[in-house]
């Protein structure tokens, strides 16, 4: 039997190759990956998340941040559609028809993920999903000796689908008893293996049932931690004050790299080193370095919607790149080789 080799790559190639960046359903806020909404029974998360849904399918902001328009399907699997239909009364007046749901669905491991795959191909523009809650589509049928290892292996089997289609999945669930003041994250039910698979998780917490404002904690890998100050009204929450997120500001892009397109459309093809593609521009500023780093770094926002193909590729002595125009076929999906 042979055994599957590590992939491995190298820490200067990995600096040369581009790679895409991480895509937000709301900017700053919701990244694609597998996220994880927790908070007290009834204090509004299905309301948060229908909110959310319509918004999104809708390209509408969020809280003042930019939203990236797609289909969306919502497991509602603790409401009747009586009871999603009134919800949707009270927050719209005319609802998008890309925003869909469903009250019931298989398990993890039991016919969920082929429910979620087929559904996807169906509406390739797909791009939020919700389940309401985590807990209707588990086997709790588990030891206590394997909690950990079913919590995170619950998880990865919905990351595996966002990863997969470049999605946000988003599972809403419910948070202990007992609450921790010093970190909100701790008090998200279950095993650490839940925070653990995440990539993002957001928390709702009151200082009391009684209380009119909530605050919204959230973190991840490709977020800045984050609290908002939130209000619950006419069934929708407002967000009172933001606090921990910077300004989103997009890197500038080098003009240079659009000198590089315009070379490369009047030569269609070009190979050689980043120091070679200096001289020939007649740039005496950029260092070789650098170059290879922009080629990298802003492939997919300035080379490939000029129709540009970029391949490296490290030789005895240099590492060559090849720029060329593509030959017509749609390439839009193809990544840059190495």
């Known amino acids: 039997m042979s055994k599957e080799e590590l992939k491995i790559i190298d820490a200067d190639t990995l600096l040369s190759v581009p790679m895409k960046k991480t895509h937000f359903i709301v900017d700053g806020l919701i990244p ?35 939203t990236r328009k797609c289909d969306v399907l919502y497991l509602s699997l603790e409401d009747p559609f009586h009871r999603i239909q009134e919800r949707l009364y009270a927050l719209t007046e005319s609802a998008p028809d890309n925003l869909y749901f469903a009250n019931t669905s298989q398990q993890i491991g039991s016919g969920l993920q082929r429910q979620l795959h087929d559904h ?47 999605i946000a999945i988003i599972v809403v669930h419910h948070l202990r008893k007992n609450p921790d003041s010093k970190d909100p994250f701790n008090q998200i039910s279950g095993t650490t293996g839940l925070t653990g698979a995440v990539d993002s998780a957001y928390v709702i917490t009151k200082s009391s049932r009684s209380d009119e404002t909530a605050l919204l904690t959230a973190g991840g890998r490709d977020i800045e931690h984050q609290q908002l100050n939130i209000r619950f009204t006419n069934r929708t929450w407002e967000v009172i004050e933001h606090k921990g997120q910077s300004e989103l500001h997009e890197e500038a892009i080098p003009p240079l790299l659009y000198k590089i397109a315009n070379f490369i459309h ?14 020939v521009l007649g740039d005496t500023e950029t260092s070789p370095i650098i170059l290879t780093r922009m080629l ?11 129709n540009i193909e970029y391949s490296t590729r490290r030789t005895a002595q240099d590492r060559l790149i090849t720029l060329k125009v593509n030959d017509g076929h749609d390439r839009n999906d193809r990544s840059p080789s190495i």
């Open 32 to 66: 694609e990956g597998i996220s994880i909404l927790c908070g007290a029974p009834k204090i509004g998360k299905s309301w948060l998340m229908l909110w959310l849904g319509l918004q999104v399918s809708q390209g509408l902001p969020v809280w003042n941040l930019q």
């Open 120 to 166: 996807i191909k169906g509406h390739p523009e797909t791009g939020l999903i919700i389940i309401d809650t985590l807990q209707k589509v588990r086997n709790t049928e588990k030891s206590n000796s394997l909690l950990y290892a079913a919590d995170y292996d619950d998880i990865t089997a919905l990351k595996k689908i966002a990863d997969r289609y470049g």
């Open 266 to 279: 009047k030569r269609g093809e070009w190979t050689g080193t980043a120091s070679q593609l200096l001289t």
């Open 296 to 306: 990298s770094r802003f492939y997919y926002e300035v080379l490939q919607p000029e």
